[in-house]
């Protein structure tokens, strides 16, 4: 074979991007920025989504093949929120850009490459409530005597296990930092878990954290898919960069160590989710990681008043460990936030009820208003009072609509057509059948994947005959149901599928069992509405295997809900905003809490989770603090502000408007 080389030719005059007269000076310079890695701080409310998107579109407007861009957020929705905005700035490119969280980007390449971990390239993904179920039958499995002392339950090995992994820790420094109680049992935890990972490969799943343990060790194992990958993406862009774990910033090196051409984007000052793993390291140490990485700041505030700015900054400036910046706003100047001091929880929420009908009646409705706090017990006597006064609302948390037992039961039935070696399902959708518990449901599934292929064992009835009267006329009407959903007609109209399921038995299965049996039936029928935009199943399970965040009301309802109050932590608050905040309980030991006070580090990201609450706020700001409070037993205790008000400078009435509250 002949080697030709072209040689690259006169240098091309790159071209000028006429939508980039849409950015102020601060984003336009990270649209424009030179290659090489960058770190983006982007400060809130100063449009990091509007810079991180106009980058990418100039990208391609300068000639960089869509497909070789990789764009890493953290959530499905913003993926597509930014492509879509790519798109209108440089249609037809976009769709081809590798976008998506980080999960869904290893799924995609993993399903290309999985044999080479000692997986088949059709392995389930395993939901949190299956990994749960899945711990259970390995811990049962596994040791014999679970009686003499108290052995983890399967959710504290599971979260054992993830903090390991997305921390980069060992099992036995996770064991004596995090649950130091169960240190004397470390060998036999160290055993169950060893089992669960093999019975994972065994059954060809993968738990979430597996997608990106199991890309990392693909990129960092087999040299020839890390440089091909590491080609590829000549451009890696990723969004929210401080609530990255230290497994993503692994991923993220790997994915760049050819061209360097990396961008992070996010602000240290809102890294709150050390709980979950994130490391504010990692944002923190990236130019000791990226060498010559070259710094922008986006400091112009498009959302809130000065006045408001002025407290978060002045806050936050008490942080040690930060990259140094200060918002700056757009918006004419308002009113002072009001510093707000109350008798007590139930003052507070008396306070807050009347306070919002009052902007209500001044055209700020209900949906633009929001009330903050720390933990989800701070909102229990707001939320009696607002029903007390009629007023609705919405909490930000609950069970997710695809979590819901009846929804995952008809799932069930799908991921079996889907893998017939998940146990899982097939114990599932067993159990829904009369005369069909534990023991007969593992018997049948280990009969059926002792013959190597289940599904052929189902068409030609190889178990059946042997189960004695109940199980076996159960498993028939299993069996029956199974073998209608598996046909053409219905596998290529996702749709149908539920629908079929739900006239075949579960309608009657629901009826017979729960009181709420319409409303489950309901929701059964919205799922399949939802489900009818997929081609196949198979697409409808793999976008539900990676959606995180969608609740029953999106789904149900389709759309922006009624006028309704918001409740929520800061945590599930960040990232959004309203013209109206009110934020609760500002006391020390409640805001911040008492327990996350154990450290340095703990109190600086306690008082970034106040910059959050208060850069939520467009234009009224509202600081609550109940002067009473009880303790640990329950008594009645003098409180004090919290330190994050307590800190900012003496001439408080400069930043903050107090307000005394008198009972008409």
Known sequence: MRQYTLDSGPARAPRESGFLRDLNPEQRRVAEARGGP????????????????????????????????????????????????????????????????????????????????????????????????????????????????????????????????????????????????????????????????????EMNAMDYDDLLVNLRLMLEDHDD???????????????????????????????????????????????????????????????????????????????????????????????????EKTLAAVREAGELPAFVALADADQQAAFVAQRVLELREEGVGLERQAVLYRAHYQSMELQLELQRRGIPFIIRSGAKFFEQAHIRDLLAHLRVLFNPLDRLAWTRVLKLQDGIGNKHATGIFQALASTGDPWTALLNDVVGPGLPGRARRGYARAREVLLALGRPELTGNPAAMFDHLLDAFYAEHLRQAHPNAEQRIEDVRQMAHFAGQFADYTAFLEELALVESVSAEEVVDGGPTDEKLLLSTVHQAKGLEWDAVYALHLADGQFPLRRALRTDDELEEERRLFYVAVTRARRDLYLCFPQWGNDREQRRVLQRPSRFLAELPHSRGDLVETWRISEG
């Open 38 to 201: 960058l770190l983006v701080l982007a400060g809130a409310g100063t449009g990091k989504t509007r810079a991180l998107t106009y980058r990418t579109a100039h990208l391609v407007h300068q000639g960089v093949a869509p497909d070789r861009i990789l764009l890493l957020t953290f959530t499905n929705r913003a993926a597509r929120e930014m492509i879509e905005r790519v798109t209108r700035l440089v249609p037809g490119e976009a769709k081809r850009i590798w976008a998506g969280t980080f999960h869904a980007i290893a799924n995609r390449i993993l399903r290309q490459h999985a044999d080479r971990l000692g997986y088949g390239t059709n392995y389930v993904i395993l939901d949190p409530q299956e990994a749960r179920d899945l711990m259970e039958v390995v811990v049962a499995d596994t040791l014999t005597d679970l009686t003499s002392r108290r052995f983890p339950k399967r959710e504290v090995l599971l979260a054992m296990l993830s903090s390991a992994v997305n921390t980069d820790r060992g099992l036995k420094q996770v064991v004596e930092a995090d649950h130091p109680q169960f240190q004397s049992q470390l060998p036999q935890i160290d055993q169950v878990l060893t089992a669960y990972l093999a019975a994972k490969v």
């Open 225 to 323: 898919l890390r440089g091909a990958y590491a080609q590829r993406f000549q451009h890696v862009l990723v969004d929210e960069y401080q609530d990255t774990n230290r497994l993503q910033a692994a991923i993220v090196a790997l994915l760049s160590g050819h061209h360097r051409n990396v961008m992070v984007v996010g602000d240290d000052c809102q890294s709150i989710y050390a709980f979950r793993g994130a490391d504010v390291r990692n944002i923190l140490d990236f130019p000791k990681l990226f060498e010559g990485a070259e710094i922008h700041r986006l400091q112009t505030n498009y959302r809130s008043t000065p006045q408001i700015l002025e407290v978060a900054n002045r806050s936050i400036k008490h942080n040690r460990r930060q990259y």
